[in-house]
Every structure is written in structure tokens, then in C-alpha cells.
């Protein structure tokens, strides 16, 4: 005989889990409506979980040269000019409850321009700040992530360092009466260092004695970095 069981409203920073055949209410014992009831006097057991909003946010970056995708780890890794710098952020519902309109703010530490890869905006660096939603909703143990790339200047390697800082400035989450915030959270901060060349090769071109200031267009450069 299948019997349809209760439901029960939450009291204010609660949720209801379900019920359970056994007290200690153990993920394996948990059974849902319609329920099959085993020929006897049946006690089922319900289980309250206190709302606990949570969330992590975090930067990882790869290195892109000559087509081969490396990890570049924060305060380790190296780039070089011409380099693309591919950054991933992510966030994670460490809670048990879910999140609504999870809001990041990256603050970018480049010399060049930053490409959104969701939306093919560029940000420009200098610390310019981007303000982005990285999910609508982001249900317990879910992520989200957003990935942005950058192409090492001239400008980065005389300055020497590509430093990036990132934070999830809001989320939200229903308390049981209202949406109520979570306190926002800042990631450490991902910097690489931009290697400079050990040495330049330079091409001069002769006619005779004279230089030939303007240089024909097959030619790659005038100064080849030798790292």
C-alpha cells in the first residue's frame, strides 16, 4: 500500500531534508512520496538542516605560447611579450543552500586590454575594475566560472609584473521571509612576472655605405628577443 507523506513547512532559517526510516537519518534510510509502507506500523523521521549560506571564489591562469597551453601559477609562473595569459574564475556554493545572482568584481593589473570571452568585451587593465554576474543561481556544490585572456605587451615587460585581484561582491539567498546577503569574499591576488631578454639581435641593411632606413616588409623585426 503507497501512502502520500507530509509536507512540512520550515520554520525561519530552516529547511526541511525530508524523511527518514531510521532517527539518525542517514542518506541511505531517506525515502520520498509515494511512499510503499513494508506491512507494519511504520515511524518515519524528519530531518531539519539549518540554512548555512556559503562561497569560495578563485583565480587560476594557463600561459599560451606557441600554441601550447601551460598552468601559470600565481607568484611562480613567468610570462614574455607576445604570450596569452588565459585566466579562469571561479565560484563554488560551499553552502547548503541556494545562491542567487553571485556578482564578481575583477580588478585588472595589466598594461593591455582584457577580453571577456563570454561576451568578447574588452576591459581595459590598470587596474580598471569589471563588474560581472557569474550565475543566476548556483545551486549547493556548484560552480560557476568565466574566463577572460590577455596578450603580453612591450609595456608589461617594461614594467615587469601582471598583477590581478578578484572578489565576490554579492549573493543572495532565501532565509525562509526575504532574501537576505552573504558577506563578500576576496581571493588572493594572481601575479606573474614578465621575463625580459637576455640579449637583442638587431638587422641593419646596407646599399653601398649607406643604411637603408625603411626596411622591406618580409622582414620579421628589427629586435629578436634571445631569452
Known amino acids: 500500500q503507497q501512502t502520500n507523506l507530509e509536507t512540512v513547512d520550515a520554520p525561519d532559517g530552516w529547511s526541511f531534508d525530508g524523511w527518514y526510516t531510521d532517527a539518525g537519518c542517514t542518506e541511505g534510510n531517506k525515502v520520498t512520496s509515494p511512499y510503499t509502507m513494508p506491512g507494519r506500523n511504520t515511524i518515519l523521521y524528519g530531518k ?8 569560495s571564489v578563485e583565480k587560476t591562469a594557463k600561459r599560451i605560447r606557441n600554441g601550447i597551453e601551460e598552468d ?19 565560484a563554488t556554493n560551499t553552502g547548503n543552500v541556494e545562491l542567487r545572482n553571485v556578482s564578481i568584481l575583477e580588478c585588472f593589473g595589466g598594461r ?7 561576451t568578447q568585451q574588452e576591459v581595459s587593465g590598470l587596474f580598471d575594475r569589471y563588474g560581472f554576474t557569474i550565475a543566476q543561481t548556483l545551486a549547493p556544490g556548484a560552480n560557476a566560472t568565466r574566463t577572460f585572456t590577455y596578450v603580453v605587451t612591450d609595456a608589461d615587460e617594461d ?12 549573493a543572495t539567498y532565501f532565509d525562509g521571509q526575504k532574501d537576505a546577503k552573504i558577506p563578500s569574499k576576496t581571493a588572493p591576488s594572481h601575479e606573474v612576472k614578465v621575463e625580459k631578454p637576455k640579449y637583442k639581435l638587431s638587422y641593419v641593411f646596407k646599399s653601398g655605405d649607406d643604411t637603408i632606413t625603411t626596411l622591406p616588409e618580409n622582414v620579421l623585426s628589427q629586435n629578436n628577443p634571445a631569452y
Open 48 to 55: 531539519w538542516e539549518q540554512k548555512q549560506p556559503g562561497v
Open 72 to 90: 601559470l601559477p600565481s607568484g611562480t609562473g613567468t610570462v614574455r611579450v607576445n604570450d596569452t595569459i588565459k585566466y579562469t574564475v571561479k
Open 112 to 118: 593591455n586590454k582584457f577580453k571577456d570571452d563570454k
Open 159 to 170: 614594467y615587469g609584473v601582471i598583477k590581478n585581484h578578484l572578489s565576490m561582491q554579492e
